[in-house]
């Protein structure tokens, strides 16, 4: 059904070549379409996009994650290079991956691994913290 009304508002634009007033208004949608369609492919972040494609991988990818930090000295920089990771505040990463396994693996202290391990599983995560 769409493509019949793309085809007869393209239809319709060629009333431009004729004389007729009435044939602007038709001519006005074609080339709205026109224009929306190349503004859409020429720019893909214009393009709707489902909620779910507005978060980071890690959020909605099923199986097992590979989390790497760099190698932190405080648990406090390991949640802020999370975050920063993430791009998305601390709270709000944690409700995304709460369903989601999570390994959290080389490159982090093992206390901080275990403090963040404690505190994705306190929100509901699966995490696997592996050895160096």
Do not use: Y
Not at 18 to 23: E, H, K, N, V
Not at 44 to 72: D, Y
């Amino acid at each position: 059904m769409p493509l019949r009304m793309i085809v007869a508002a393209a239809l319709a634009g060629l009333g431009l070549l004729l004389p007729q007033p009435w044939a602007q208004v038709p001519l006005t949608l074609a080339i709205g379409l026109v224009v929306g369609a190349v503004l859409t492919l020429l720019l893909p972040n214009l393009r709707p996009r489902t909620a779910h494609r507005f978060g980071p991988p890690i959020a909605f990818k099923p199986g097992v994650h590979r989390v790497v930090l760099s190698a932190p000295e405080r648990d406090v920089e390991v949640l802020a290079e999370i975050r920063a990771s993430l791009d998305i505040p601390l709270g709000q990463a944690f409700e995304r991956i709460r369903h989601q396994p999570a390994t959290v693996i080389r490159d982090v202290a093992q206390p901080d691994a275990d403090e963040l391990a404690r505190r994705l599983r306190a929100v509901g995560a699966t995490v696997t913290v592996s050895p160096h």
